[in-house]
């Protein structure tokens, strides 16, 4: 199968390759020579990718550190259930999913791959598979944020950074559908994107004062550093400040601080998919490149805002 892979990690996305690569066993995956408990091998038809993959450790080691390059990464998947094992509930050969593989296997910037059942979910007919791979961990890193670490309510105010990026601009929709009250930030450029996700008021980060804001009850941060210093003051008590980009360096005065990285959740999976066929959730999709041109497009020049999605099955 072709794959996008990658051997170097001092070359970032300049050393990602198209080669070709073995594509899983599908008569072991069903059993008959031994297989991983719960896992399906999926037809990608689409595949998302992370800007920062190629500096995680489970790019290149396995669970037990062993190198195991040449790798592929990518972790965002859409596509079809081509062969399952024993112990993959709730899935059938022929159907489409969306979801989030394994971090220490290899990906899904690949015509195949191998994924746990239970971090799939059910993709829906009439969403495309860009959209479902472009909406997965931007979709299930916004909702964890807010709701599972960041306990959103009804009536609170969230303050949600990068809020025309891939991961805040679903979370500013999720925010706004949820009752909250959002307050986006980005570059001035970013404006009205946000508020075309829904956000009540924008700060251009370059020249407001975040300080100016008052207190919200929640920040959704994904830039860390001086940001995510500044935004810790910003906090009611009782209030939350979540970062997606590691443990904070400052605390709120009277709240509390959550770190966390996304795991799988076929539960919230599904309440996003439902989302997006209502028309309540829209991906953010800045471009889409197929297999072939992936690389460039992870290499462009030109700063896309939103999601590099890669069209494995044009």
């Given at each position: 199968m072709k794959a996008i892979v990658v051997t170097d990690r001092t070359a970032g996305t300049a050393g990602m390759r198209l080669a070709e690569r073995p594509a899983p066993d599908a008569a072991k995956l069903a059993?008959?020579?031994?297989?991983?408990?719960?896992?399906?091998?999926?037809?990608?038809?689409?595949?998302?990718?992370?800007?920062n993959e190629l500096e995680w450790p489970s790019t290149w080691f396995d669970r037990l550190g062993r190198e195991r390059t040449p790798s592929i990464p990518g972790h965002e998947v859409a596509g079809v259930v081509t062969s399952l094992s024993y112990g993959a509930a709730g899935l059938s050969v022929g159907q489409r999913v969306f979801g989030l593989t394994d971090w220490?296997?290899?990906?899904?910037?690949?015509?195949?791959?191998?994924?746990e059942a239970r971090n799939l979910a059910p993709l829906p007919g009439d969403i495309a598979f860009t959209a479902g791979a472009g909406v997965a961990m931007a979709g299930l890193t916004a909702w964890q944020g807010?709701?599972?670490?960041?306990?959103?309510?009804?009536?609170?105010?969230?303050?949600?950074?990068?809020?025309a990026g891939a991961v805040g601009s679903v979370a500013t929709q999720l925010a706004r559908d949820g009752g909250a009250y959002v307050i986006g930030t980005g570059r001035a450029g970013h404006r009205r994107a946000a508020t075309d996700f829904g956000a009540h008021e924008f700060v251009d980060l370059e020249r407001d004062?975040?300080?100016?804001?008052?207190?919200?009850?929640?920040?959704l941060d994904v830039f860390g550093g001086d940001i995510g210093r500044r935004s810790a003051a910003l906090v009611r008590a009782g209030g939350t400040l979540v970062s997606v980009v590691g443990r904070p360096e400052a605390r709120p005065a009277a709240g509390r601080v959550v770190d966390f990285v996304v795991v799988p959740d076929r539960t919230q999976l599904r309440e996003i998919a439902q989302?997006?066929?209502?028309?309540?959730?829209?991906?953010?999709?800045?471009?889409?490149?197929?297999?072939?041109?992936?690389?460039?497009?992870?290499?462009?020049?030109?700063?896309?805002?939103?999601?590099?999605?890669?069209?494995?099955?044009?």
């Open positions: 059993g008959l020579e031994g297989a991983n408990y719960g896992d399906v091998v999926v037809e990608v038809h689409a595949s998302g990718f992370t800007g220490t296997r290899d990906g899904t910037l690949a015509e195949y791959v191998v994924v807010l709701f599972e670490h960041g306990h959103l309510r009804t009536g609170q105010s969230v303050l949600v950074h990068g809020a004062a975040l300080e100016d804001l008052g207190g919200v009850d929640l920040v989302r997006v066929r209502d028309g309540r959730l829209r991906p953010h999709i800045g471009r889409v490149a197929t297999l072939d041109d992936a690389v460039d497009a992870f290499n462009s020049p030109q700063r896309i805002s939103g999601k590099t999605v890669i069209d494995v099955r044009p």
